[in-house]
C-alpha cells in the first residue's frame, strides 16, 4: 500500500509517497481498497501546522477516499465488493 506522507510541516514540497503496510482491520472496521484520495483545504492547513488539530508530523492525510470494501464484520450492511466513499474519521490507517 502507497500512503502520502509528511515529516515535517510545511507546503506541499513536505508531502512524500512511501510504502506501508497493510492495515488489519479491527472487528468493529471495514477495509476499503482506496481508488482515489482527495486532499480538501482544511488538510492544506493541517499539513502547514495552522491547526494543531492532530498533532505533529509524522501523519498521513487524505482523509476523503473513494474505493471497495474487501473485508466487513458480519453485522454490517457493507459486503466484500461494494463501492464506498467515506471521510476517515482517526488517524488509523
Do not use: C, H
Not at 512524500?16 to 481508488?35: F, G, H, N, Y
Amino acid at each position: 500500500m502507497r500512503v502520502i506522507t509528511q515529516q515535517t510541516l510545511g507546503g506541499p514540497e513536505v508531502l512524500t509517497i512511501v510504502d506501508a503496510p497493510e492495515p488489519q482491520p479491527l472487528p468493529t472496521e471495514v477495509l476499503v481498497r482506496v481508488k482515489a484520495i482527495g486532499l480538501n483545504p482544511l488538510e492544506a492547513r493541517l499539513r502547514a501546522g495552522e491547526f494543531p488539530l492532530i498533532g505533529r508530523p509524522p501523519f498521513i492525510l487524505g482523509w476523503d477516499i473513494s474505493g471497495v470494501v474487501e473485508e466487513a464484520p458480519q453485522t454490517w450492511r457493507f459486503r466484500p465488493t461494494s463501492r464506498s466513499r467515506s471521510r476517515k474519521r482517526s488517524a488509523r490507517v
